[in-house]
């Protein structure tokens, strides 16, 4: 009786003039969940959207100000600097962004991230895209263990792992640095910022992550100086490879443990974006800094009809 009541309900499926349709669709993260950046000519500055009358003083008034930035949307024009669409800065070197998804985002092995910036070819400030799991259940990144996933710079020798940067702000305003190699240098004063450059809720001013090579050279003959993308895997940047315009994608797939081996995550949770780069360029240029406008994942929803 099973078996014939099986091959009726199976005969109703067929018959039906049901249609069933897939398709790839866009979804926002959820949520911001922590902004740490780094000294920057755009922290704390009204072009960035900060308050010029109630300067940001803790954590959450920070993940609120990020919260209201990024719901802004759109996507800025070439070139533009402009406050007419919500980006957000990272500063120099370290700085990072933290959002949450209400739903795991599972790994596919396609693109299942993006994060859109404003690059467009010759200013490209790439930033390191993190990944990691809710593994207690509390909806919190605290304690999590992240995941790097890896871009094209990953096996260049020049790339340096476990790096470590401490900021400190001189009397004069600018922002001197000092990093885990030895090395030293400053975050200038550009001369349309003139405010402090240091997120007033970050203590210590000491960052930890991975730096990318240098990405700026100076035309001899122009003087104009370039900031030139890396072939994929980053935010910010200009790649003609994951980069959809201003928008750049990524793979759960390429996730990576400390030790550089696969970590082969079903699923996340939590991605955070922090800038790579430690340089600047002169010109007023300044110090070399990811913003990002929209985090999002991409979903495979089925619809029948």
Same mark, same amino acid.
């Given at each position: 009786m099973k078996k014939y009541t099986l091959l009726l309900l199976l005969a109703s499926a067929c018959n039906s003039s049901e249609t069933i349709t897939t398709s790839r669709i866009e979804e926002a993260a959820s949520r911001v969940l922590e902004y740490t950046p780094a000294p920057g000519q755009f922290i704390n500055n009204p072009l960035a959207g900060f308050p010029a009358d109630t300067p940001i003083t803790s954590p959450a008034e920070a993940v609120a100000y990020t919260s209201a930035r990024l719901a802004l949307g759109g996507e800025p024009d070439a070139g533009a600097e402009t406050v007419s669409?919500?980006?957000?800065?990272?500063? &120099?070197?370290?700085?990072?962004?933290?959002?949450?998804?209400?739903?795991?985002?599972?790994?596919? &092995?396609?693109?299942?991230l993006y994060v859109t910036g404003n690059s467009f070819n010759g200013s490209s400030e790439p930033g390191i895209v993190?990944?990691?799991?809710?593994?207690?259940?509390?909806?919190?990144?605290?304690?999590?263990?992240?995941?790097?996933?890896?871009?094209?710079? @990953?096996?260049?020798? /020049?790339?340096?792992?476990?790096?470590?940067?401490?900021?400190?702000?001189?009397?004069? $305003?600018?922002?001197?640095?000092?990093?885990?190699? $030895? &090395?030293?240098?400053?975050?200038?004063? =550009?001369?349309?910022?003139t405010q402090s450059y240091v997120p007033a809720w970050?203590?210590?001013?000491?960052?930890?992550?991975?730096?990318?090579?240098?990405?700026?050279?100076?035309? /001899?003959?122009?003087?104009?100086?370039?900031?030139?993308?890396f072939a994929w895997g980053y935010v910010d940047n200009a790649s003609t490879i994951d980069g959809a315009g201003t928008k750049n994608r990524f793979k759960i797939?390429?996730? =990576?443990?400390?030790?550089?081996?696969?970590?082969?995550?079903?699923?996340?949770?939590?991605?955070?974006?922090?800038? $790579?780069?430690?340089?600047?360029? &002169?010109?007023?240029?300044?110090?070399?800094?990811?913003?990002?406008?929209? =985090?999002?994942? @991409?979903?495979?929803?089925?619809?029948?009809e």
């Amino acid at each position: 009786m099973k078996k014939y009541t099986l091959l009726l309900l199976l005969a109703s499926a067929c018959n039906s003039s049901e249609t069933i349709t897939t398709s790839r669709i866009e979804e926002a993260a959820s949520r911001v969940l922590e902004y740490t950046p780094a000294p920057g000519q755009f922290i704390n500055n009204p072009l960035a959207g900060f308050p010029a009358d109630t300067p940001i003083t803790s954590p959450a008034e920070a993940v609120a100000y990020t919260s209201a930035r990024l719901a802004l949307g759109g996507e800025p024009d070439a070139g533009a600097e402009t406050v007419s669409y919500g980006y957000v800065s990272l500063g &120099g070197w370290g700085g990072y962004i933290v959002l949450g998804f209400d739903t795991p985002v599972p790994n596919t &092995g396609d693109y299942d991230l993006y994060v859109t910036g404003n690059s467009f070819n010759g200013s490209s400030e790439p930033g390191i895209v993190w990944v990691a799991q809710d593994a207690d259940g509390d909806g919190s990144h605290i304690g999590e263990t992240w995941y790097e996933l890896k871009g094209s710079e @990953y096996a260049n020798p /020049k790339t340096r792992f476990g790096y470590e940067v401490t900021y400190v702000e001189q009397p004069d $305003g600018t922002v001197a640095w000092t990093d885990n190699d $030895g &090395g030293e240098n400053t975050i200038d004063r =550009v001369f349309l910022h003139t405010q402090s450059y240091v997120p007033a809720w970050v203590q210590p001013l000491t960052y930890t992550g991975t730096r990318l090579p240098n990405n700026v050279d100076q035309d /001899k003959e122009t003087g104009i100086y370039d900031m030139w993308a890396f072939a994929w895997g980053y935010v910010d940047n200009a790649s003609t490879i994951d980069g959809a315009g201003t928008k750049n994608r990524f793979k759960i797939s390429n996730a =990576v443990d400390a030790d550089g081996n696969p970590a082969n995550l079903r699923q996340i949770d939590f991605v955070k974006i922090q800038t $790579g780069v430690n340089c600047k360029a &002169g010109n007023n240029v300044g110090e070399i800094s990811t913003e990002v406008c929209a =985090v999002g994942c @991409y979903r495979t929803v089925t619809r029948t009809e």
